[in-house]
């Protein structure tokens, strides 16, 4: 069994999407001949947390946690939020949202200061402990998760003074992606620096989506193309509970969303589609449940509340992982809703693996050009409509809530869905660390 550094930021007790990766690849690495030695944060200011993920890293395996700078305290008080207010990069308004003086100061400063993110902090104390932990447990490779982006920089660090083989993961793209903060000329040019440095010093980069992989391409075309490689993320059949037979069929068509919701992504086109399926008298608003679990910003609850046909509406706030799988296996459809940006068509949530692997017709508002469309059209699992397509969302809408009423079967494509099991996204990285 050889040893590999893995270096992340989100891990448990953190929650949301951006743990699970990391987590099922350390489940996963023994299967594969690496044992994982876990470098992360003591002290990090997640956006959520579940304390039920502490269960899921196996025994045994080493996690070394320490301490890092988050600026996030001070932003609160100089933005007047509330201490517990959960802070990422999906809340912090953009120019367009109208922020106010402090907002703008707040955020010329991350702009400027925080490169390339505001993670940098733990640079001070992470690249020392990972030499210790190199020297300690023979380590033979390094693998690090961004976002943050900071994890690649402390990862190129010990590469640079140990040698070792470095495979560097990107859940997302770097700079110029919707959730890059708006730098002037220098510090934009500090963190594009940054960014390639990493991509030419790195033995092999994976990517979460295709289209991470062409947004290096397209801004760094002296990277070799035989370093990049794609590994989609995907479900672990393992994380769904057995749940005993429903004594009587649902009365209500339920549709389940999972996930955050702010600023660009959010179901204000949904919604409309909904209202218009009930003007015409194709659905019954009793007839109906829209549960929404996670986090929502203050102008998603907004439109919650504004909804006309507000008690069809069950908002259940972040849970437990495993929790909201439950959820979704009693669920007639599930709902996905992507940021309305220039990247979108390439963008694949990790949650959509997670609604594939539960079996029910999704509903995506998204592009009908785009990944999730062919991922949809490939696994048979569900339909998609354009953000600005109400006509086109209440039509899929529709749809399904019919075959639910006459009670017709859903067949997505089962073998083509068994391939995006998790362990096989870990098997890949297992032959990129081997080299």
Known sequence: MKNVLVIAYYFPPSGGPGVQRVLKHIQYLPECGWNPIVLTVSNGDFPARDESLLAKIPSGIHVERTEIYEPYALYRKLTGKPANTPIDVNVIKKESQGRSFTENIAEFVRASVFIPDARVGWLLTAVDAGLRLIREHNIEAIYNSSPPYTTSLIARQLKRRSGLRWVTGFRDPWTGFLTTPKRWFFPAWIDKRLEHSVFREADAVECAW???????????????????????????SSDYPVLAPEAAPRERFTITYTGSMYGRRNPASFLAALELLVQR??????????????????????????FPYRDSLDILGYMAHEESIAYLLRSDALLLVVDEAKESEEIVPGKVYEYIGAMRPIIAVAPTSGAIHELLLETASGKTAHQSDVEGIARVVGEYYAAWRDGKPFAPNASTIAQYERKNATRRLATLLEG
């Open 210 to 236: 295709e289209g991470i992989v062409k947004d290096i391409r397209g801004k760094f075309p002296d990277v070799p193309s035989a370093k990049l490689h794609h590994i989609p993320n995907g479900f672990d």
């Open 281 to 306: 008298g194709e659905i019954k608003p009793y007839e109906l449940t829209v549960r929404f679990i996670g986090r929502f910003g203050s102008e998603v609850l907004a439109m919650f509340d504004q």
